[in-house]
């Protein structure tokens, strides 16, 4: 088991930044990539950004490409998401995810984001 918490969201008005964190626990040896979704109202979860622990590549949905920066720590276990430039449209509910080599998908709680226009 892997457990992940996200925290750092909140309410922006467009053009402004935030930055969300998730911390991993657990059974954190067995993780191979960890990523950030979102999911809107009304909407299904999507992809927003990606990270293979092992060579440290980088993925990212054509929405987050040149304002968002996916980062992470292997030996804290840590995930980030920075988020500029932001857009009404990026308002979502976001989640942490972890995939392990065990055979799992973890998904933390998730932290809102609130962009105003």
């Known amino acids: 088991q892997v457990q992940l918490v996200e925290s750092g969201g909140g309410s922006v008005q467009a053009g402004g930044s935030l930055r969300l964190s998730c911390a991993a626990s657990g059974r954190t040896f067995s993780v191979l990539s960890m990523g950030w979704y979102r999911q809107a109202p009304g909407k299904e979860r999507e992809f927003v950004a990606g990270?293979?622990?092992?060579?440290?590549?980088?993925t990212y949905a054509d929405s987050a490409k040149g304002r968002f920066t996916i980062s992470g720590d292997n030996a804290k276990k840590t995930l980030t998401l920075q988020m500029n430039s932001l857009k009404p449209e990026d308002t979502a509910l976001y989640y942490c995810?972890?995939?392990?080599?065990?055979?799992?998908?973890?998904w933390g709680q998730g932290t809102q984001v609130t962009v105003s226009s």
């Open positions: 990270i293979a622990w092992r060579g440290g590549s980088t």
């Open positions: 995810k972890a995939s392990s080599f065990l055979g799992g998908d973890y």
